[in-house]
C-alpha cells in the first residue's frame, strides 16, 4: 500500500497518509484530511510501500498540495487563535475552572477549534465550551493533556544538551519506569533521572534492553555465589568490561571475569 508520511507542525504529530494520486515530495507542503479537520503539513518521507497489517486503516487522504491561499489562510487562522486561547483563559476563570491553557489552533477550513490544557484534576467544562462555541460559531475541542504533551508541544533543551526527543522526533509516548533507571545503575536522584516535564527521561528506555542482555551472565550485587576461590558475596559489576567483584572475607574483595570462566 502506497503511504506518504506527513508532520503538523503545529502539533509535532506523524501522520500516514493515502498520497490519493499525488506525488509529492520531501518538504513540500500539502493539505490533508485528518480527525481535526484539515490541516496543512509537510512531507517527511517522500510515497512507499507499506504492508497494510502495520497501518491503522483507513488512511486519511492528502487533499492537495497547499497553494499561497491555504499558507495565507493558515497564518490567519494562527492569529484568530492566539486571540482565541486569550478568550478562553478569560472566560475559564470567570467560571472558577482550574484550567492552564498551552496552546489553542483552528483547522485549515476552521471547521474545529482545539484548545490543550493541562489540569490535576478532571474538569467539567461543558458551560465553557458553550460560550467558546456560541462565541466563535464552529465546533470546539476542549483537549487535557500531560506534562509529557506541553514538552512536546512547547519543546526546549533536555539535560544533555539537545533539543527535546518528544519535540523533536518522537511520535509516542512509550512507558518508561524507575526500574529502567536501576537497571541501568544510575542514581535515583529526580534532578538527574528526570526531564524538565517533571518525568522520567523518555531516553532510559532507549538502551534498556541493552543493558538487560548485557546483565543476563552477571550475577546479580547481593548474590552469595560460588568463585574459583571459594563462596562469597557479590558486591559490584561492571557490564562494560563483564566482571564483578566478590567478597571473600578472609582474601577480601576480589575481582573475577565473566569471560575467565
Not at 74 to 86: M, R, S, Y
Not at 201 to 220: F, G, Q, R
Request: glycine share 6%; proline share 3%; hydrophobic share 35%.
Amino acid at each position: 500500500m502506497e503511504v506518504v508520511v506527513i508532520s503538523d507542525e503545529k502539533t509535532n504529530n506523524i501522520y500516514y497518509l493515502s498520497p490519493n494520486g499525488l506525488t509529492p515530495k520531501k518538504n513540500d507542503l500539502v493539505v490533508f484530511d485528518s480527525d481535526n479537520g484539515l490541516l496543512i503539513g509537510r512531507v517527511c518521507k517522500e510515497i512507499y510501500e507499506e504492508k497494510a497489517e502495520n497501518l491503522d486503516l483507513p488512511l486519511n487522504k492528502i487533499i492537495r498540495m497547499a497553494s499561497d491561499k491555504d499558507l495565507e489562510t493558515e497564518n490567519k487562522n494562527q492569529k484568530a487563535a492566539i486571540k482565541a486561547l486569550n478568550d478562553a483563559k478569560k472566560i475559564s476563570k470567570s467560571l472558577d475552572l482550574e484550567m492552564n491553557f498551552i496552546d489553542a489552533f483552528y483547522s485549515l477550513d476552521c471547521s474545529q477549534l482545539v484548545f490543550l490544557f493541562l489540569s490535576d484534576n478532571r474538569v467539567d467544562f461543558r458551560e465553557l465550551a458553550k460560550k467558546l462555541a456560541s462565541k466563535y460559531k464552529t465546533r470546539i475541542e476542549l483537549r487535557q493533556v500531560g506534562v509529557r504533551d506541553k514538552s512536546k508541544r512547547i519543546g526546549g533543551l533536555g539535560p544533555c544538551g539537545l533539543f527535546l526527543c518528544c519535540n523533536s522526533f518522537l511520535t509516542d509516548f512509550n512507558s518508561v519506569s524507575i526500574n529502567m533507571a536501576k537497571n541501568q545503575m544510575l542514581a535515583l536522584n529526580p534532578t538527574k533521572i528526570n526531564g524538565i516535564c517533571g518525568r522520567l527521561l523518555c531516553c532510559l528506555a532507549y538502551e534498556n534492553d541493552n543493558y538487560t542482555e548485557m546483565k543476563k551472565d552477571l550475577p546479580k550485587v547481593g548474590l552469595v555465589t560460588e568463585t574459583p576461590l571459594g563462596m562469597g558475596k557479590v558486591v559490584s559489576v561492571d557490564i562494560f568490561k563483564k566482571t564483578y567483584s566478590v567478597d571473600l572475607k578472609e582474601k577480601g574483595i576480589v575481582e573475577f571475569s565473566k569471560d575467565d570462566e
